[in-house]
């Protein structure tokens, strides 16, 4: 399905935001691309990118004339940014998001959509820990899963048209209920942020163990918590405020089986903790099978050659020939 828009308004121009500009650029899906966000410096930063054509402050402006809205701000700023553009939202456009929860995103913009507008939230799952302007780029989504949770009464042929504008960005993309998503969400993504956080602000507290120990022996594991434990603080406080219940349901289960492998580690039952290590190993392959990591040694670290040393000089004895 071909896919072109004639104004592209992304509301916020962090990680997603500046990637969505470049990619949708780079792939000619776009007209213009219109930029607004609340700080003077974020979007300065973007003019110098030169992400979009139009830069403002003032969201309402940006979305006019749009026939394709993105928000890319924290989920907590939406309802504002729903009831700021909401009026002035062009009819016949598609106003989407990037969050990470989704129910909260239907209750909080939806009541601020005008009629003939289709509202298909949306959540790239796609990411690293940088954020900002400068921390986009247009691989970003490239054979990542972006998924749409069109609202009731969406015509199918806009959400088809979503559909193809995230495939022209690299993206797979599946449609699923927003509540669905939220719980899908909270154990792949949600509860291991939290664990991560946790875990590292754990080792910043340990009295018995020095700050610069935990960072001068940092193990592989400990290491990989930091970097999602890097993440945007503002955009993840609100992703836990916004889909608590899916989270406290997940972290309820994940306690209980922390103290049921709590339990093996006390009583030594080795046979146990194998079984657990071995299924939990099967779902480690399976990530790598869909695609969605690599298989390379040292999860794809580059590694530097060994220098080739260099042959001996050979030394001459005299004596002539060989006998």
């Given at each position: 399905?071909?896919?072109?828009?004639?104004?592209?308004?992304?509301?916020?121009?962090?990680?997603?935001?500046?990637?969505?500009?470049?990619?949708?650029?780079?792939?000619?899906?776009?007209?213009?691309?219109?930029?607004?966000?609340?700080?003077?410096?974020?979007?300065?930063?973007?003019?110098?990118?030169?992400?979009?054509?139009?830069?403002?402050?003032?969201?309402?402006?940006?979305?006019?004339?749009?026939?394709?809205?993105?928000?890319?701000?924290?989920?907590?700023?939406?309802?504002?940014?729903?009831?700021?553009?909401?009026?002035?939202?062009?009819?016949?456009?598609?106003?989407?998001?990037?969050?990470?929860?989704?129910?909260?995103?239907?209750?909080?913009?939806?009541?601020?959509?005008?009629?003939?507008?289709?509202?298909?939230?949306?959540?790239?799952?796609?990411?690293?820990?940088?954020?900002?302007?400068?921390?986009?780029?247009?691989?970003?989504?490239?054979?990542?899963?972006?998924?749409?949770t069109p609202t009731e009464g969406v015509a199918q042929a806009d959400t088809d048209r979503l559909v193809a504008f995230w495939r022209a960005m690299?993206?797979?993309?599946?449609?699923?209920?927003?509540?669905?998503?939220?719980?899908?969400?909270?154990?792949?993504?949600?509860?291991?942020?939290?664990?991560?956080?946790?875990?590292?602000?754990?080792?910043?507290?340990?009295?018995?163990?020095?700050?610069?120990?935990?960072?001068?022996?940092?193990?592989?594991?400990?290491?990989?918590?930091?970097?999602?434990?890097?993440?945007?603080?503002?955009?993840?406080?609100?992703?836990?405020?916004?889909?608590?219940?899916?989270?406290?349901?997940?972290?309820?289960?994940?306690?209980?089986?922390?103290?049921?492998?709590?339990?093996?580690?006390?009583?030594?039952?080795?046979?146990?903790?194998?079984?657990?290590?071995?299924?939990?190993?099967?779902?480690?392959?399976?990530?790598?099978?869909?695609?969605?990591?690599?298989?390379?040694?040292?999860?794809?670290?580059?590694?530097?050659?060994?220098?080739?040393?260099?042959?001996?000089?050979?030394?001459?004895?005299?004596?002539?020939?060989?006998?």
């Open positions: 399905m071909s896919v072109h828009f004639k104004k592209l308004a992304l509301i916020g121009i962090g990680l997603i935001g500046s990637s969505i500009a470049l990619a949708a650029r780079r792939q000619g899906l776009v007209e213009v691309i219109s930029i607004a966000t609340r700080r003077q410096e974020t979007l300065d930063e973007a003019r110098e990118l030169g992400l979009g054509d139009i830069y403002t402050l003032d969201a309402a402006e940006a979305v006019r004339g749009a026939d394709l809205v993105i928000l890319c701000a924290p989920v907590g700023a939406y309802g504002a940014l729903a009831a700021a553009i909401g009026p002035h939202l062009e009819k016949g456009a598609i106003l989407s998001d990037v969050g990470s929860v989704k129910e909260h995103v239907v209750r909080q913009v939806g009541q601020h959509v005008p009629p003939g507008v289709s509202f298909i939230p949306g959540h790239p799952i796609a990411g690293t820990e940088h954020s900002g302007p400068s921390a986009g780029f247009a691989e970003l989504f490239a054979g990542r899963w972006c998924v749409l690299g993206s797979m993309v599946e449609c699923m209920d927003a509540a669905h998503h939220d719980m899908v969400l909270a154990i792949t993504s949600h509860i291991p942020h939290l664990i991560a956080y946790n875990i590292v602000g754990t080792a910043d507290e340990l009295e018995t163990v020095t700050k610069s120990e935990v960072i001068k022996f940092s193990a592989g594991g400990f290491r990989d918590f930091t970097r999602i434990a890097a993440s945007d603080p503002v955009m993840w406080r609100d992703v836990f405020l916004t889909n608590r219940d899916a989270v406290l349901e997940m972290l309820g289960r994940f306690l209980e089986d922390l103290s049921v492998l709590q339990r093996a580690v006390r009583m030594g039952d080795g046979p146990a903790l194998e079984a657990l290590f071995t299924r939990t190993r099967a779902i480690r392959r399976s990530i790598i099978d869909a695609g969605q990591d690599s298989a390379a040694p040292d999860f794809g670290r580059p590694h530097e050659q060994p220098p080739i040393p260099e042959p001996a000089p050979v030394r001459d004895h005299g004596g002539g020939d060989d006998a």
